[in-house]
C-alpha cells in the first residue's frame, strides 16, 4: 500500500514538474522585454504553480488565501561493516534510508500553516508518519503549534535529515534523541532570531502511539545567537562572511511504565527513542513508574567554509517505588571545512557515550571522517564517511568494529 501510494504521489509531482517547467507568458513576454523586471516580479507573485530546487512545486490559489507545496527527499546508502569480534560476520547491504514526502503550506491565512510529512522508508508501520501538525503565528515572537513532529530536545535532532554533515547523526545523539510524538507547545523568534524558544506538552510515549496513563512529557529549548539568526542546518555551504554563533540548551521530563514481556523488563512503548534507557531497562522492578529527566546544553559555529558544532547530554531515570536509579552521559564534537568553496568539504567527529554510569567499562566511543561532495547544496549531495567503533557497553554483542557507508542525497 505504502508502495501505491509513492508511486502516485511521484506521478504527481512529475505533471507538476512539466506545468512548471513550461515557460509562462511572463517569461516570454519578458525574454522579449515587454516587461520590466518589476512588473515580472509583480507578476509571478501570483503564478499558479512554481518550484524552488529543494522545497518542491508550489501551488498557489488566485486570491492568495491557500497555498501548498509539495517536495520530497530520497537516500540511497551502501554500508560495508568490518567487526573485531571473530565471531561475527562481516555486514555489506544497500539501503533505502529515507523516502519522504512532504505536504506543507499555509490555508486561509499566511499565519496558519501546516506540514505533514511521511517517510516510505523501513518496515514499522507506526513510524510512517513523522510530521502532522498546525502552527499558527500571532507574531514572530509568539507561535503556537499542535500535532506531531519532532520533541525540541538536541540541536542535532532538530536538523533535518537532508541538512546533516554526515551520513547519520552521532551516536551521542542517537542515544538521547527523543524521537517524535504528538502534543502542543509555544515558541518564537525575538530580535529577528537572536534568541529562540520552544516549550512543549506531549504524550509522552513517541511517534503516533496514543498514552494509556495520565502521564505528560515536557520539554523546554532556548537557544541564543548574539550575531544574528542560526538556522538548523550543519556545513557552512554559504561560506558565511561574517562569523555565526548559536548556544542552546534544553530539557526532557516524561514518566514511563516499566513492563515485563518476553522474558524481559522494557517499558510501555518502544517508540519513544531514549536508547540509554531502553538497554539498561532491568535496573527497574518490571511494573513500577519511571521519571526520566534529560539535560543537554549545545554549541554550533560557522566562518567561511569553517564549520564546527559540539553537545552534552546528561539522563537520569528513578524508579518511583523504588528510588532505583539510572544515571547516563555522553557529548559529541565535530567540525567541517570546504576544501572546494561550496562543494567538496572534510569533516570529522568525535562521540562518546557512557549509558550507565554506575557499571565499570561500559562506555562507546566513535571515531568518524567524512567527505562530501555537494553537487547542488544538500539537495543533490554525495557523501561517505568511515567509523571505527570501539564498544565496551553491556550486551553489546560485539558491536566494536570499522564501518564504511556511501550516500546518494536527493531533494525536489
Given at each position: 500500500?505504502?508502495?501505491?501510494?509513492?508511486?502516485?504521489?511521484?506521478?504527481?509531482?512529475?505533471l507538476l514538474a512539466?506545468?512548471?517547467?513550461?515557460?509562462?507568458l511572463?517569461?516570454?513576454?519578458?525574454?522579449?522585454?515587454?516587461?520590466?523586471?518589476?512588473?515580472y516580479?509583480?507578476?509571478?507573485?501570483?503564478?499558479?504553480?512554481?518550484?524552488?530546487?529543494?522545497?518542491?512545486?508550489?501551488?498557489?490559489?488566485?486570491d492568495?488565501?491557500?497555498?501548498?507545496?509539495?517536495?520530497?527527499?530520497?537516500?540511497?546508502?551502501?554500508?560495508?561493516?568490518?567487526?573485531?569480534?571473530?565471531?561475527?560476520?562481516?555486514?555489506?547491504?544497500?539501503?533505502?534510508?529515507?523516502?519522504?514526502?512532504?505536504l506543507?503550506?499555509?490555508?486561509?491565512?499566511?499565519?496558519l500553516?501546516?506540514?505533514?510529512?511521511?517517510?516510505?522508508?523501513?518496515?514499522?508501520?507506526?513510524k510512517?508518519?513523522?510530521?502532522?501538525?498546525?502552527?499558527?503565528?500571532f507574531?514572530?515572537?509568539?507561535?503556537?503549534?499542535?500535532?506531531?513532529?519532532?520533541?525540541?530536545?538536541?540541536?542535532?535532532?532538530?536538523?533535518?535529515?537532508?541538512?546533516?554533515?554526515?551520513?547519520?547523526?552521532s551516536?551521542?545523539?542517537?542515544?538521547f534523541?527523543?524521537?517524535?510524538?504528538?502534543?502542543?507547545g509555544?515558541?518564537?523568534?525575538?530580535?529577528?532570531?537572536m534568541?529562540?524558544y520552544?516549550?512543549?506538552?506531549y504524550?509522552?510515549?513517541?511517534?503516533?502511539?496514543?498514552?494509556?496513563?495520565?502521564?505528560?512529557?515536557?520539554?523546554?529549548?532556548?537557544?541564543?545567537?548574539?550575531?544574528?539568526?542560526?538556522?538548523?542546518?550543519?556545513?557552512?555551504?554559504?561560506?558565511?562572511?561574517?562569523?555565526?554563533?548559536?548556544?542552546?540548551?534544553?530539557?526532557?521530563?516524561d514518566?514511563?511504565k516499566?513492563t515485563?514481556?518476553?522474558g524481559?523488563?522494557?517499558?510501555?512503548?518502544?517508540?519513544?527513542?531514549?536508547?540509554?534507557?531502553?538497554s539498561?531497562?532491568s535496573?527497574?522492578?518490571r511494573?513500577?513508574?519511571?521519571?526520566?529527566?534529560?539535560?543537554?546544553?549545545?554549541a554550533?559555529?560557522?566562518?567561511?567554509g569553517?564549520?564546527?558544532?559540539?553537545?552534552?547530554?546528561?539522563g537520569?531515570?528513578?524508579?518511583?517505588d523504588?528510588?532505583?536509579?539510572?544515571?547516563?552521559?555522553?557529548?559529541?564534537?565535530q567540525?567541517?571545512?570546504?576544501?572546494?568553496?561550496?562543494?567538496l568539504?572534510?569533516a570529522?567527529?568525535?562521540?562518546?557515550?557512557?549509558?550507565?554510569?554506575?557499571?565499570n567499562?561500559?562506555?562507546?566511543?566513535q571515531?568518524?571522517?567524512?567527505?562530501?561532495?555537494?553537487?547542488?547544496?544538500?539537495n543533490?549531495?554525495?557523501?561517505?564517511?568511515?567509523?571505527?567503533?570501539?564498544?565496551?557497553?553491556?550486551?553489546?554483542?560485539g558491536?566494536?568494529?570499522n564501518?564504511?557507508?556511501?550516500?546518494?542525497?536527493?531533494?525536489?
Amino acid at each position: 500500500m505504502k508502495k501505491i501510494i509513492f508511486l502516485a504521489v511521484l506521478l504527481g509531482i512529475m505533471l507538476l514538474a512539466q506545468v512548471a517547467g513550461a515557460k509562462s507568458l511572463e517569461d516570454i513576454l519578458k525574454e522579449k522585454g515587454v516587461i520590466t523586471e518589476e512588473e515580472y516580479k509583480e507578476a509571478v507573485k501570483s503564478k499558479p504553480v512554481d518550484y524552488k530546487p529543494g522545497k518542491g512545486f508550489t501551488l498557489t490559489t488566485p486570491d492568495q488565501q491557500f497555498q501548498l507545496t509539495i517536495g520530497g527527499q530520497l537516500d540511497i546508502r551502501f554500508t560495508y561493516i568490518n567487526y573485531v569480534d571473530s565471531a561475527k560476520t562481516d555486514d555489506s547491504e544497500f539501503r533505502i534510508r529515507n523516502a519522504k514526502i512532504w505536504l506543507v503550506g499555509y490555508a486561509f491565512s499566511k499565519d496558519l500553516t501546516y506540514n505533514i510529512q511521511t517517510n516510505f522508508a523501513g518496515t514499522d508501520s507506526t513510524k510512517f508518519l513523522e510530521n502532522a501538525y498546525l502552527n499558527y503565528k500571532f507574531v514572530d515572537e509568539a507561535q503556537i503549534r499542535f500535532g506531531e513532529n519532532k520533541v525540541e530536545f538536541s540541536r542535532q535532532w532538530l536538523v533535518l535529515t537532508t541538512d546533516l554533515e554526515f551520513v547519520e547523526v552521532s551516536d551521542a545523539t542517537d542515544t538521547f534523541r527523543t524521537g517524535y510524538d504528538m502534543g502542543a507547545g509555544i515558541g518564537g523568534k525575538i530580535k529577528s532570531g537572536m534568541l529562540n524558544y520552544k516549550f512543549g506538552a506531549y504524550g509522552g510515549t513517541g511517534q503516533n502511539i496514543p498514552r494509556t496513563t495520565d502521564k505528560v512529557a515536557y520539554v523546554g529549548r532556548v537557544t541564543l545567537n548574539p550575531f544574528g539568526d542560526f538556522p538548523y542546518s550543519e556545513a557552512d555551504l554559504d561560506d558565511s562572511p561574517k562569523p555565526l554563533l548559536s548556544i542552546g540548551a534544553n530539557y526532557f521530563f516524561d514518566t514511563l511504565k516499566a513492563t515485563y514481556a518476553a522474558g524481559t523488563t522494557t517499558f510501555e512503548t518502544n517508540n519513544y527513542n531514549l536508547k540509554w534507557l531502553s538497554s539498561n531497562a532491568s535496573v527497574f522492578n518490571r511494573t513500577e513508574f519511571v521519571d526520566i529527566n534529560q539535560y543537554g546544553i549545545d554549541a554550533a559555529f560557522k566562518w567561511k567554509g569553517f564549520f564546527a558544532q559540539g553537545e552534552y547530554f546528561s539522563g537520569r531515570a528513578v524508579g518511583v517505588d523504588t528510588d532505583k536509579t539510572l544515571k547516563a552521559y555522553g557529548f559529541y564534537a565535530q567540525a567541517g571545512y570546504f576544501i572546494i568553496p561550496k562543494h567538496l568539504e572534510v569533516a570529522v567527529r568525535y562521540s562518546y557515550v557512557d549509558p550507565n554510569r554506575d557499571k565499570n567499562n561500559n562506555v562507546r566511543t566513535q571515531i568518524q571522517g567524512a567527505i562530501s561532495y555537494y553537487f547542488y547544496k544538500h539537495n543533490l549531495k554525495l557523501q561517505g564517511d568511515f567509523t571505527n567503533t570501539d564498544d565496551k557497553t553491556v550486551g553489546s554483542g560485539g558491536t566494536s568494529g570499522n564501518q564504511f557507508r556511501l550516500q546518494a542525497q536527493l531533494v525536489f
